[in-house]
Protein backbone atom coordinates (compact mmCIF):
# COMPACT_ATOMS: atom_id res chain seq x y z
CA UNK A 1 0.00 0.00 0.00
CA UNK A 2 1.33 3.25 -1.01
CA UNK A 3 1.97 6.31 2.12
CA UNK A 4 0.15 9.14 1.39
CA UNK A 5 1.74 10.89 4.06
CA UNK A 6 5.72 10.23 3.13
CA UNK A 7 7.83 13.32 2.23
CA UNK A 8 10.10 10.90 0.39
CA UNK A 9 6.95 10.80 -2.45
CA UNK A 10 6.75 14.23 -2.86
CA UNK A 11 4.13 14.94 -0.78
CA UNK A 12 3.95 18.00 1.92
CA UNK A 13 2.48 16.04 5.09
CA UNK A 14 5.05 14.36 7.59
CA UNK A 15 4.98 10.92 8.02
CA UNK A 16 2.46 9.31 10.18
CA UNK A 17 3.16 5.69 11.81
CA UNK A 18 0.75 3.10 10.77
CA UNK A 19 -0.43 2.75 14.16
CA UNK A 20 -1.20 6.49 15.15
CA UNK A 21 -3.11 5.86 11.70
CA UNK A 22 -4.70 3.05 12.46
CA UNK A 23 -5.76 4.07 15.90
CA UNK A 24 -6.19 7.67 14.59
CA UNK A 25 -10.52 7.94 14.40
CA UNK A 26 -10.58 5.69 16.99
CA UNK A 27 -9.13 8.26 19.58
CA UNK A 28 -10.92 11.10 18.63
CA UNK A 29 -11.72 13.49 21.46
CA UNK A 30 -14.35 15.85 21.38
CA UNK A 31 -15.03 19.10 23.93
CA UNK A 32 -17.13 17.96 27.08
CA UNK A 33 -19.97 20.52 25.99
CA UNK A 34 -19.86 17.76 22.74
CA UNK A 35 -20.63 14.76 24.83
CA UNK A 36 -23.35 16.89 27.25
CA UNK A 37 -25.53 17.84 24.06
CA UNK A 38 -24.86 14.85 21.52
CA UNK A 39 -27.70 12.35 23.50
CA UNK A 40 -30.16 15.08 23.76
CA UNK A 41 -29.48 15.14 19.57
CA UNK A 42 -29.47 11.22 19.67
CA UNK A 43 -32.54 11.52 21.68
CA UNK A 44 -34.40 13.81 19.44
CA UNK A 45 -33.46 11.94 16.09
CA UNK A 46 -34.88 8.62 17.56
CA UNK A 47 -38.06 10.55 17.80
CA UNK A 48 -37.87 11.87 14.47
CA UNK A 49 -37.05 8.19 13.28
CA UNK A 50 -39.96 6.60 14.48
CA UNK A 51 -42.42 9.33 12.92
CA UNK A 52 -40.76 9.28 9.77
CA UNK A 53 -41.99 12.58 8.67
CA UNK A 54 -40.37 14.93 6.38
CA UNK A 55 -38.70 17.75 7.82
CA UNK A 56 -38.70 20.80 6.97
CA UNK A 57 -37.01 24.14 7.97
CA UNK A 58 -39.55 24.64 10.69
CA UNK A 59 -39.22 21.66 12.00
CA UNK A 60 -35.10 21.81 12.70
CA UNK A 61 -35.65 25.37 14.24
CA UNK A 62 -37.89 23.50 16.56
CA UNK A 63 -36.28 20.60 17.31
CA UNK A 64 -32.92 22.96 17.68
CA UNK A 65 -34.90 25.41 20.10
CA UNK A 66 -36.32 22.10 22.18
CA UNK A 67 -32.52 20.80 22.47
CA UNK A 68 -31.39 24.10 23.43
CA UNK A 69 -34.29 24.63 26.60
CA UNK A 70 -33.85 20.91 27.63
CA UNK A 71 -29.37 21.61 27.62
CA UNK A 72 -29.84 24.87 29.51
CA UNK A 73 -32.00 22.92 32.45
CA UNK A 74 -29.76 20.30 32.21
CA UNK A 75 -27.21 22.04 32.34
CA UNK A 76 -27.42 25.87 33.38
CA UNK A 77 -23.61 26.08 33.45
CA UNK A 78 -24.09 25.81 29.25
CA UNK A 79 -26.52 28.77 29.50
CA UNK A 80 -24.05 30.87 30.70
CA UNK A 81 -21.64 29.80 28.14
CA UNK A 82 -24.03 29.85 25.51
CA UNK A 83 -25.06 34.13 26.84
CA UNK A 84 -21.34 34.88 26.41
CA UNK A 85 -21.39 34.73 22.54
CA UNK A 86 -24.63 36.31 21.76
CA UNK A 87 -25.43 37.49 17.88
CA UNK A 88 -23.85 40.62 16.65
CA UNK A 89 -26.53 42.62 15.08
CA UNK A 90 -24.33 44.48 12.66
CA UNK A 91 -23.27 41.09 11.51
CA UNK A 92 -26.62 40.39 10.90
CA UNK A 93 -27.81 43.59 8.75
CA UNK A 94 -25.29 43.53 6.96
CA UNK A 95 -26.42 39.91 5.98
CA UNK A 96 -29.85 40.66 5.38
CA UNK A 97 -28.89 44.25 3.41
CA UNK A 98 -27.43 41.62 0.45
CA UNK A 99 -30.43 39.73 0.36
CA UNK A 100 -28.34 36.69 1.96
CA UNK A 101 -30.15 34.02 4.19
CA UNK A 102 -28.39 34.64 7.58
CA UNK A 103 -29.62 32.27 10.09
CA UNK A 104 -27.26 32.73 13.12
CA UNK A 105 -28.62 32.20 16.17
CA UNK A 106 -26.07 32.33 18.54
CA UNK A 107 -23.23 30.30 18.66
CA UNK A 108 -24.32 27.64 20.81
CA UNK A 109 -27.43 27.17 18.85
CA UNK A 110 -25.29 26.93 16.10
CA UNK A 111 -23.36 24.33 17.24
CA UNK A 112 -26.85 22.48 18.27
CA UNK A 113 -28.07 23.08 14.77
CA UNK A 114 -24.96 21.62 13.63
CA UNK A 115 -24.73 18.79 15.44
CA UNK A 116 -28.12 18.06 14.77
CA UNK A 117 -27.69 17.91 11.08
CA UNK A 118 -24.75 15.86 11.19
CA UNK A 119 -26.70 13.03 12.99
CA UNK A 120 -29.37 13.45 10.43
CA UNK A 121 -27.27 12.99 7.57
CA UNK A 122 -25.42 10.37 9.36
CA UNK A 123 -28.67 8.70 9.74
CA UNK A 124 -29.50 9.49 6.03
CA UNK A 125 -32.90 10.81 6.99
Not at 47 to 70: N, P
Request: charge should be negative; glycine fraction near 4%; hydrophobic fraction near 35%.
Amino acid sequence: MKNYYSMQEGEFLPSIDSTVKNNFASDITYPEIYYKVQPFIIFSCDQLESCRHIITQDMLDQIGDDIYTKVCIMYPDLEEYANQYPMKLSVESAQRSRGGMFRRRGLFRDFIDLLLINELFRRAF
